[in-house]
C-alpha cells in the first residue's frame, strides 16, 4: 500500500500510471506537481490526482513513493529542487526515456540518500502528451525496465517493482548503460526515422499531393513522428552516443541498400527483404502492434 503517492508531471506517463495504482486500490493519496495549474486543475477535474501541490518540495513531503515524469531534461532540475525534502524512508522512482544520464543526475543531487532512487522506464506509451492522454490500462502486459546501480537499495527496488506489477507491467532489470544502448535500438532509431521521412518530404514542393496518395503503409512507418518534439529533443540530447552509432549503421546499411538498387542486384534487395520480413513475422505473429 502507498500512502502518499507524489506525481511530479502528471502528464500520459505519470497520469497512467496514477490513474491504475488508484483502480489497482493500493494508493491512499495521489499528489500531483508541475509547472502551472492548468494541467493540474484538469488532472484534479479527471480524477487521476486527489490534489496539486504548489512546490515540488511540498508535493514531495511525506511521500513514501515519489515518481518524476517529466521530459528527461527537465529530470535533473526536479531531483535538485526535491533532494533537501526527501525523507528518509521515501523512494523516487522516475520513468525518463533515458537512463545513464538521469543516475548521474540522481547521483549529484541526492548524494548520500542516492541508494533511495530506483532508475526506471515504462516501455509504453502513445504520441500524445499531456494529463488528457493518459489512460487506464497503458501498461499491462508492457515491460519496465529498471536499471538500479549497485548501491541502490534492495528494498527500494522491490517497492517500485511492486508498484509497477500492481499496473500489469512485467518488471525486468538491466544496467543503465545497457538500456541505452538497447532503446537506442528499438525505440531511439525508429524516431528519428519517422521524424526525418516526414521532415523530408513535407519540404518537396508536390508534398501535399504525395501525401494525398500516401496509403496505410506510410500511416504505418510515420505514426510516430507525431510524438512531442521536446522529449524526443531531450532524448536525443542525453543519449547521443548511443544514437548517433545507431544513426551512423543505419545510414551505412542504407548505403549498401541504394548501392544495391542503383546497380540492379535483385538478388541482394529479395535476401534483405526475406530476412526482414522472417524477422517481423517472427517478432509479431499475428502482425499486431
Ligand atoms: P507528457 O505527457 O508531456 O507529460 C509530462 C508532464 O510533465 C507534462 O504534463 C507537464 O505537466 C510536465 N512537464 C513538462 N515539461 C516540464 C518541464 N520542463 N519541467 C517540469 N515539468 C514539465 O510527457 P510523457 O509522454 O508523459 O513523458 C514523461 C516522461 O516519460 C519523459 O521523461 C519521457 O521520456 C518518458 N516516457 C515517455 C513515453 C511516451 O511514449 N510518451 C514512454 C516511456 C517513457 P505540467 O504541464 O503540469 O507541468
Keep these: 500500500m502507498i500512502n502518499k503517492l507524489c506525481i511530479i508531471g502528471v502528464g500520459l506517463i505519470g497520469g497512467s500510471l496514477a490513474r491504475d495504482l488508484r483502480a489497482a486500490g493500493v494508493v491512499r493519496e495521489i499528489v500531483g506537481h508541475g509547472r502551472g495549474l492548468g494541467n493540474l486543475e484538469l488532472a484534479v477535474e479527471l480524477g487521476v490526482i486527489d490534489r496539486a501541490a504548489v512546490s515540488s518540495a511540498d508535493a514531495v513531503r511525506g511521500a513514501d513513493m515519489v515518481v518524476i515524469a517529466v521530459p528527461v531534461g527537465a529530470i535533473g532540475q526536479v531531483l535538485a529542487d526535491i533532494a533537501p525534502a526527501i ?16 543516475v548521474a543526475a540522481a547521483r549529484d543531487s541526492f548524494k548520500q540518500h542516492f541508494s533511495r532512487f530506483v532508475p526506471g522506464h515504462p516501455i509504453a506509451g502513445t504520441e500524445r502528451s499531456g494529463v488528457g492522454a493518459s489512460l487506464s490500462g497503458l501498461y499491462r502486459g508492457r515491460h519496465v525496465i529498471l536499471t538500479p546501480e549497485s548501491d541502490t537499495a534492495g528494498d ?7 508498484m509497477w506489477r500492481h499496473t500489469g507491467a512485467r518488471v525486468s532489470t538491466m544496467s543503465a548503460q545497457e538500456h541505452d544502448a538497447v532503446l537506442a535500438a528499438s525505440s531511439h532509431l525508429p524516431h528519428m526515422l519517422a521524424y526525418a521521412l516526414v521532415d523530408m ?7 501535399r499531393k504525395v501525401f494525398d496518395f500516401a496509403a496505410g503503409g506510410f500511416r504505418d512507418v510515420t505514426r510516430i513522428a507525431a510524438s512531442d518534439p521536446t522529449m524526443w529533443r531531450d532524448i536525443c540530447l542525453n543519449n547521443r552516443k548511443a544514437i548517433v552509432e545507431m544513426l551512423r549503421q543505419y545510414r551505412d546499411d542504407l548505403g549498401a541498400m541504394i548501392a544495391a538498387i542503383d546497380k540492379g542486384d535483385g538478388q541482394w534487395l529479395e535476401e534483405t527483404f526475406a530476412r526482414a520480413k522472417h524477422a517481423r513475422e517472427i517478432l509479431f505473429p499475428n502482425n499486431d502492434k
Excluded at 518530404?201 to 508534398?207: N, T
Design 87 to 102: 525523507g528518509a524512508q521515501s523512494v523516487v522512482t522516475d520513468v525518463g526515456s533515458v537512463k545513464g544520464s538521469v
Design 201 to 207: 518530404l513535407v519540404r518537396r514542393d508536390d508534398h
Design 156 to 162: 527500494a527496488v522491490q517497492r517500485v517493482s511492486d
